[in-house]
């Protein structure tokens, strides 16, 4: 019998091509939305750059351009600066910084994070100067959350970043850390009306110079704190800002910080504040861990030989003349010889002591501590009734 079986329908072959020409399409489309939008990237920017020119930032790329294709945008400047123009200074610059590279990414899945990678060196100069500080790091990021409605968060991270005092071809060693990062995020107002801002700072291995020898040696900070009082973001000269600050009655509330050099674990809290004369008031409540481990570094017994200023003396031991002081020491040399240096040698001894008299007794972090109030009193720095610092006026 011939065999009845009926032949295999032939499918038409173009359906085979339907998925390839689909996938075709929608990388054109993709390719055609993602160039449309790398060329409104540059406008946008240039855009963003007016406005923020506007209010006294100004912005300057020597060379851009877009990259990143398919999933995100790179937008890379070299040689960029930013100057901040003040206002009230006839429109004049008054402060420029200049760094090698920044590349600012963004994700198309995430439109409202940006992040930034920023090229070392940096150079910051004032108006119509030359640089007077070099910045550098190993590794400089940020990210800004909420655009491009106005920030939510923004976060700073640099390791390994130092900076040097320059003048002319020499270069001072300022300050220094193994990682340097800042946290902030705006909790009530707008970046134009009256923000309040709180932020974390984390210092690991820093070390600044010129400012106590203290600081000279390698400390981890953190600092969490909370500052009211700004009128607004629009860039204006420092002594403007705190001026504005404190007629405001602004003031910077540190919620926690913590200090570690060594052996020495401090924690502190409280608020402070400038008055009418530009100098830091205000009282923090610390906890410290060691704290006679870093009495010699307060200079007492420097002060000592030096000779000890009345001023000093009428705060500590009121009624005590410097004159009598330098006598007691002679008269004690000339008794027994060398017994007026001992006593000048072991002061740091009888200070510690004096100090852990202060306050009262406590645990920090497992062990022995003394509690007790940091004053900042017209920008001097005492520790009880010693005084260990002075701070500037700010304006």
Not at 39 to 49: F, K, L, N, P, Y
Not at 275 to 289: F, K, P, W
Not at 322 to 340: E, H, S, V, W, Y
Request: aromatic letters at 6%; hydrophobic letters at 45%.
């Amino acid at each position: 019998m011939p065999d009845m079986t009926p032949a295999p329908r032939r499918r038409p072959l173009w359906r085979l091509f339907i998925v390839p020409a689909l996938l075709v399409v929608a990388a054109a489309a993709w390719s055609a939305f993602w160039f449309y939008a790398a060329s409104e990237a540059g406008v946008r920017a240039d855009a963003w750059a007016a406005q923020e020119a506007k209010a006294g930032r100004v912005y300057a790329c020597g060379k851009r351009s877009v990259a990143g294709f398919p999933f995100r945008f790179e937008v890379r400047c070299d040689d960029a600066s930013v100057s901040l123009v003040s206002q009230t200074a006839g429109g004049q610059t008054a402060f420029t910084a200049r760094l090698a590279e920044i590349m600012v990414i963004a994700q198309i899945y995430q439109p409202k994070l940006l992040i930034a990678e920023f090229k070392a060196p940096a150079t910051l100069a004032d108006r119509g100067q030359p640089p007077s500080l070099k910045v550098n790091w190993t590794s400089g990021r940020s990210s800004v959350s909420g655009l491009p409605d106005i920030p939510q968060r923004a976060s700073i991270v640099f390791e390994n970043p130092s900076i040097d005092r320059v003048n002319g071809p020499v270069q001072t060693p300022l300050a220094r850390a193994s990682r340097a990062e800042l946290h902030g995020r705006l909790v009530e107002g707008s970046a134009k009306d009256h923000p309040v801002i709180e932020t974390a700072l984390q210092i690991a291995g820093g070390s600044v110079q010129e400012l106590h020898p203290l600081l000279s040696a390698p400390f981890d900070a953190g600092v969490e704190a909370k500052l009211t009082g700004l009128k607004d973001f629009s860039p204006k000269p420092w002594p403007e800002r705190f001026r504005e600050l404190q007629a405001a009655g602004g003031r910077v509330e540190i919620v926690r910080s913590r200090i570690q050099q060594g052996d020495l674990v401090s924690v502190a809290a409280g608020t402070l504040s400038l008055n009418a004369q530009g100098r830091i008031d205000g009282e923090l409540q610390m906890t410290v861990a060691g704290i006679e481990k870093v009495i010699p570094a307060l200079g007492i017994e420097k002060m000592l030989e030096e000779g000890v200023p009345q001023a000093t003396l009428d705060r500590v031991a009121p009624g005590v003349k410097t004159q009598d002081l330098n006598n007691l020491f002679g008269a004690l040399d000339r008794a027994i010889p060398g017994l007026g240096k001992a006593v000048k040698q072991n002061a740091n001894t009888g200070v510690a002591a004096g100090i852990n008299s202060l306050g009262k007794e406590a645990e920090l972090e497992g062990k022995k501590a003394r509690a007790f109030p940091l004053r900042f009193v017209d920008g001097a720095v005492f520790l009880g009734p010693l005084k260990v610092g002075q701070v500037p006026p700010l304006f």
